[in-house]
């Protein structure tokens, strides 16, 4: 039910990659096939821009690789919660791993529940929304001539707000936060593209390291095993 | 080194294409399970979940229309206040087609 409002985005976001594949000399099917095993969309936008009569392999490793590297710091975040489930079980699960379910998976995991089946479940209709919008854009693509105007571009930039927003804060999550966002824009203005995220993550992330969340009946939370 | 994008070139890059992503969204979790987990990593895990998020919106904000200003704004109050995303989101997205509508 929280997809629902993703999805429909995801549909007319996976029609505009298909309109913009067609168009720029992709086969229908391949850009359906694109769609289905890569499924990461923006990357796949990004890779369109280098397509040509011949595409140059390195650039195109890197630049999806760069715009990717986001799945990384998911991933990293979600292993408490993987640790304990069988390498089949979580390699699967991560196969469908995006930013909307992401989110909400790890917004349960702050307030103390373990929501793997969001990670699936959500995953997998966030991949038939965008094989869904793929196909639609390549064999329909002129219908939905300018999702902007409806404000469908926002839908994924909204869900994350609000996913940020509806977690716990504190003091510390604020600085993290105030400092993620300089970094960001600071890596988004100067460094290459897309570097961004990881760059802002990274740097909120170092606020984390530093700056201990102080447990009730603990000194302080160092090293030492217990 | 580049592929053609014959018929089976294509076939190879979208292969690169899935290898590459399919590397980023395994890495995490493959590399954490070789981290031993104190409480310090944790609190950076943490942190960095939540960076990651205003990470991607801040420069949204910075670089988008008034569109995407208003859209965003509205979300994060109708969030505060409400606390519930669903209406958030329809909000901040009526709010972005009503300001590109009307401006």
């Known amino acids: 039910m929280r997809m629902l409002p993703i999805s429909l985005f995801v549909v007319a976001f996976g029609a505009a990659f298909g309109l913009a594949a067609v168009q720029k000399g992709l086969a229908p099917l391949d850009t359906i096939l694109m769609s289905t095993l890569v499924f990461a969309g923006a990357s796949q936008f990004a890779t369109l821009d280098m397509w040509g009569a011949e595409v140059s392999v390195i650039p195109v490793m890197v630049v999806v690789f760069a715009i990717n590297s986001r799945h990384l710091l998911m991933g990293a975040s979600l292993y408490p919660m993987l640790k304990d489930v069988a390498p089949a079980k979580r390699y699967s699960l991560l196969l469908v791993l995006t930013d909307a379910n992401w989110a909400i998976a790890a917004q349960d995991y702050q307030r103390g529940n373990r929501n793997l089946e969001v990670i699936l479940g959500g995953g997998l209709v966030l991949w038939l929304a965008w094989i869904l919008g793929t196909w639609l854009g390549v064999y329909f693509g002129g219908l939905l001539q300018n999702p902007k105007n409806l404000g469908l571009d926002m839908v994924l930039g909204c869900f994350l707000l609000s996913m940020a927003l509806g977690g716990k804060k504190s003091p510390r999550i604020l600085v993290a936060w105030a400092l993620a966002a300089l970094a960001s824009l600071a890596a988004w203005k100067w460094l290459p593209a897309n570097t961004h995220v990881v760059a802002g993550a990274l740097a909120g992330g170092v606020v984390g390291f530093f700056w201990l969340e102080k447990k009730p009946g603990k000194e302080t939370a160092g090293e030492t095993p217990t | ?103």
């Open chain 2, 1 to 103: 080194m580049t592929i053609e994008t014959t018929t089976t070139g294509v076939l190879v890059l979208i292969l690169i294409m899935t290898l590459v992503t399919l590397a980023t969204r395994f890495g995490g979790v493959l590399i954490m399970s070789f981290v031993r987990i104190s409480p310090r990593i944790e609190s950076f895990i943490n942190t960095m979940a939540s960076s990651v998020l205003i990470a991607i919106i801040v420069p949204m904000a910075f670089g988008g229309d008034a569109g995407a200003l208003a859209a965003l704004s509205v979300t994060a109050v109708t969030m505060l206040v409400l606390q519930k995303p669903l209406p958030a989101i329809a909000a901040g997205v009526f709010a972005a087609a009503a300001v590109r509508y009307l401006f």
